[in-house]
């Protein structure tokens, strides 16, 4: 018996496999998402930081002191017991004269030990016992008057010994002692050069002096033979000093009425504050400012042209790029049509509406802040009111919303959408502005602002 060979093929069920779906979907959001991040405008964030600004003016000044030259009153060596810059007191030893250099070398080459009498002892002992007395741990000033004291002390207590070394000299070689000690007339400060400006004062000021090509420095210190009358060093005697320098008709203007004024000393950038005032010179008409110092002096002995940088006008508020600048028109209202109603004490403006069904007058309280103010109008959000709406006074007037004018701001995105936030700019360049921190309805430190205004429609979330 034959069999039935044939084969009856079944069509196979076809399935749907959910993760193919899934995984679809999902590529298909993800390659979304990209476009819309790739074509979209990006917006940059900008954080609120302080900032200043100052309007600074480079000048050349001329230095003026109290000092005058000392003149030699014998002919000879010099030996200088004083240093550049030494506070000296009345009657301390500067220099000595000898006339010639018999007993000095022999001094000078010795190996023996000069000791100080007990007398000079007992001196330099009462110097310490005084400074002990006197010090006070918030005034620091005596320690500097305790060191020139006992510098001064201890140069007498030398020149004492070694005249007394001369004088033994003299009697066991025979060599004539001319060795003669020179003491400062008056207190003050000791310096080693001069410039032929030490007789200088304000009145006799020119432009003149200011060029720097015909200014002359010479150094007084010499160990070759000096004349009698030969200028030795210079004594300045008083810890008064003075910057004084020429005034453009800017500076001029923006200096009138100030006595004080900030600078900084440009040749090792020092900063400070110091009492101002200004003076015109008629020999060539032209004003002058004088900057009166009573510190630092010894800092500059040396100098007698100092290059500051005058700090005119300080502007200080918050920092602000210039792209993140925009403008928004706000409604003119008057300020008799705000007032204070609804169910707080916020002020706003009554606003009219119509019923289309009846056609009746409502009036609605609406809150409306005042970016800000004149004497006459209050800025209004144009956003909270279309545009013609009618308002009315508390007295029944009534007026309608169409006259506007701009106010400039940012676009501020703390919150993830931009809010426009009104800033008043104290100080522009072309990079940045400064504004002012107290704005009402301004910035604040830290707050994160749209860099690039044009990239930003307000109230539209950014995040």
């Not at 030996?79 to 506070?87: D, I, M, P, T």
């Not at 009573?294 to 500051?308: A, M, P, T, W």
Request: overall charge negative.
């Amino acid at each position: 018996m034959r069999k039935n060979s044939k084969v009856v093929k079944f069509r196979r069920r076809r399935t749907i496999n959910i993760g193919i779906i899934i995984f679809v979907i999902l590529f298909v959001y993800i390659a979304i998402n990209i476009y819309i991040y790739l074509t979209k405008e990006h917006i940059s964030i900008y954080e609120v930081k302080e900032g200043f600004n100052v309007d600074d003016s480079r000048v050349t000044g001329i230095i003026l002191r109290e000092e005058r030259l000392i003149n030699t009153q014998k002919a000879g060596y010099v030996y200088y017991f004083q240093k550049e810059g030494a506070r000296v007191a009345k009657n301390s030893s500067v220099y000595s004269i000898d006339e010639n250099t018999n007993i000095m070398d022999i001094i000078v080459g010795s190996d023996d030990m000069i000791t100080l009498s007990d007398d000079s002892s007992k001196k330099l002992l009462n110097e310490i016992r005084k400074f002990h007395t006197r010090f006070s741990d918030s005034d620091f000033s005596y320690v500097y008057d305790f060191r020139a004291d006992v510098e001064s002390t201890m140069h007498d207590m030398l020149n004492q010994a070694m005249i007394e070394k001369g004088l033994e000299i003299q009697e066991n070689t025979g060599f004539a002692f001319t060795y003669e000690v020179f003491k400062s007339d008056s207190s003050g400060i000791v310096s080693y050069y001069m410039d032929n400006y030490e007789t200088l004062t304000k009145d006799s000021i020119t432009k003149d002096v200011f060029d720097i090509n015909n200014y002359q420095y010479t150094s007084l210190r010499t160990s070759d033979m000096v004349s009698i009358n030969t200028p030795i060093y210079k004594l300045i005697t008083s810890e008064i000093w003075s910057i004084v320098f020429p005034l453009t008709n800017e500076q001029h203007e923006k200096l009138i009425g100030k006595d004080k004024i900030n600078f900084t000393i440009l040749q090792n950038d020092f900063y400070t504050t110091a009492p101002l005032s200004i003076f015109h010179n008629p020999l060539d008409s032209t004003y002058y400012a004088e900057i009166i110092m009573d510190k630092h002096l010894s800092n500059y002995l040396e100098d007698r042209f100092l290059d500051i940088e005058l700090h005119l006008d300080t502007v200080k508020g918050l920092k602000i790029p210039i792209s993140a600048l925009t403008s928004k028109d706000f409604y003119l209202v008057p300020l008799s049509y705000f007032t204070v109603g609804g169910n707080s004490d916020e002020q706003g403006l009554i606003k009219e509406e119509y019923d289309k069904d009846t056609g009746d007058v409502k009036l609605i309280f609406v809150p409306a802040d005042i970016y800000n103010q004149d004497d006459i109008y209050g800025y209004v959000d144009t956003n909270l009111f279309p545009p013609n709406t009618w308002i009315r006074s508390t007295d029944g007037n009534r007026y309608q919303l169409s006259m506007t004018n701009k106010l400039t701001g940012v676009y501020n995105v703390n919150l993830g959408y931009a809010v426009f936030k009104r800033v008043e700019i104290i100080y522009k360049n072309d990079s940045y502005c400064i504004v002012d921190k107290n704005t009402t309805y301004g910035l604040s430190l830290y707050d994160h602002i749209a860099l690039d205004a044009s990239t930003v429609v307000e109230q539209k979330i950014i995040y």
